[in-house]
Every structure is written in structure tokens, then in C-alpha cells.
């Protein structure tokens, strides 16, 4: 059941009787508050606030999803930081260590690299190494 929203009037007469009535009768009848209409105020007072609260626990909660995957991204470059450094300190050792270091071609085959060529990936390599494993 939905309560009305009317306004009260109390007034007094000429023998000095009080009348309560949703009717203004003259010039001297005071409006009275409905007993609702404090309750009404407080209910929109308290639905802004639940209103306010919802927003900041709605930022919260964005910010928080924001921070998760600033998160996950920082794991996942630190991952593929940690592989590529160790493809690098592997293809360094290979270099340093092995004798004859080849190479496969387009077609599949091996070509035997030369003293320039594995000096040449000796510097990239040691490269490689600086800027993957800091």
C-alpha cells in the first residue's frame, strides 16, 4: 500500500477548538508536516548514500581490476625477460665453447660459420646477454 503525500493543515476555530485537515480553511491555518515527509527525506538521504557508497566501491573495484592486470602484465614481460635471457647466456655458451658453430639455411643446410661471422655472433650475443639478464 503506497502512503499519500498531502499536506496537513491545522487550524483553530472561533470557540477555540483544533481542526486537523487536508484543506487550507483561512488565512490563519498553520501547515502541519506529514509525518512522512521526514521519513521521505531520510530515505532520500539514505539512498544517496547507498548511491555514493556503490560508486566508490564501483571505483574500487575498477581500480583494483586495473592493478590486477598492470600485475600480470609485469609478470608476463618478466617471463619472457627470464626466457630470452637464457636463449641468450645459452647461445653465448654455445658460441664461447663449441669449435665449429654452424647455422641452417633456408633450404635446411648447414653453413659453418667463419671467425667473423662467430665473432660477429659473439659481440651480439654477449649483447643480448646485457640487455636480457639485468
Known sequence: MGLAHAELYKWTDSQGKVHYTDQPPTVNAQ??????????????????????????????REEAEQARHKAEKEAEEARVRSENCAKA??????????????????????????????????????????????
Open 89 to 134: 647466456r645459452d647461445n653465448l655458451s654455445t658460441l664461447q665453447n663449441k669449435s665449429r658453430v654452424y647455422t641452417t639455411n633456408a633450404a635446411g643446410q648447414r653453413t659453418y660459420m667463419d671467425d667473423a661471422a662467430r665473432a660477429d655472433a659473439l659481440a651480439n650475443s654477449q649483447k643480448a646477454v646485457s640487455d636480457f639478464c639485468k
Open 31 to 60: 501547515t502541519v508536516k506529514h509525518p512522512q515527509a521526514g521519513q521521505a527525506e531520510t530515505t532520500t538521504q539514505a539512498t544517496k548514500s547507498l548511491s555514493d557508497k556503490d560508486q566508490a566501491y564501483q571505483k574500487r
